[in-house]
């Protein structure tokens, strides 16, 4: 998502003669001096965490009494590794379209076609994928596991739609500059907004799982298995992940959404000096930020309430008032992300 907002700056570096390797160079030294001290807290706060969730993992006889995670040097030194080695894939695969800048339109038009047609061929497979397993197969597995193949196939097309639909409907609204400029903003931005939806659906997917799933395993077993401390080990499993899942949408939703302001940022200043008042800036920004939170709204339904509605699972279906509960909170997050920036932005002025 960093490297979606600095795109105009990492191009022109690449304009000004600085090879891929010095960019590449120049930004992992960038991404390490961020991500080295993000890695330590982590990992040092995961021991932390890690020791309370299994003191209550042997106290509900999920786990053993002697169960102990292994923190041997060699363990630290292949999680640090393992994570720098991501880093450095991360921020080739970020930057590798910056590679060949320098060739000509027509030669980068034909490899951007052949790429979209490869794109689009595979996530119509997976996304009928997703659709046939659902509809031929009744298993509670699929909760995830359709929802994993709903978000594959949707990472390969949900850009190319995303810049469908921002195209004709801005042909749509052409009479309004309002709405017509936020969403050629919308089109320009496809790539960062993809990645959020994409974060958005994907917690939705897991939060759905454990909800309707686990929690759902620990009620059935209740019934068979006398063992009342296993069940009740279960469902805190199930809370503490949805935990995990919750805090994590909410991390995403902040990070996303601010990145997302901070992109139109230098189009909303000149805005602002063309005569737009702060209150038609604000407008904007809210605008964009409803149509990303309906498409978003209309993909986590597809990917969750969907699997129940085909199925007739009742006992999910009753858990509806949880999705609803998300998909609102997710929105009036996003509407207090826009007014506080809003706000800032006025106090700063003055």
Known sequence: ?????????????????????????????????????????????????????????????????????????????????ISFVTLFAIIYASTKKYQWIEESNKDNKKKTIKSQIIKIVLGFMFIISYFLLIVFNNTEVLYLFGGIFFIIGLHLLLEIMIKIITKILFRVSTSSFVFSSSIKNMQYNASLITKIILMLVNSMIFLNFSINVIGKMGVQSYEINPNTQYINGLIFLGAYLNIVFVSFTFVIIVNGFLMYLRSLEKENFILRQLGFTRKKVFVRNVLQFIIIWFLYVILAFTATVLISLIWNDKAALSNFIYWIIEIFAVLILMLLLCLSNWFFKIIKNK
């Open 1 to 81: 998502m960093n490297f979606n907002v600095r795109e105009k700056d990492l191009i022109n570096r690449r304009l000004i003669g600085l090879s891929f390797k010095n960019l590449f160079k120049n930004l992992l030294h960038e991404q390490l001096i961020i991500m080295v001290p993000s890695f330590i807290l982590g990992f040092c706060f995961s021991i932390v965490l890690n020791k309370l969730l299994i003191a209550n993992l042997i106290q509900k006889s999920i786990l053993q009494q002697d169960f102990l995670i292994n923190y041997s040097f060699l363990n630290i030194i292949l999680v640090l590794l």
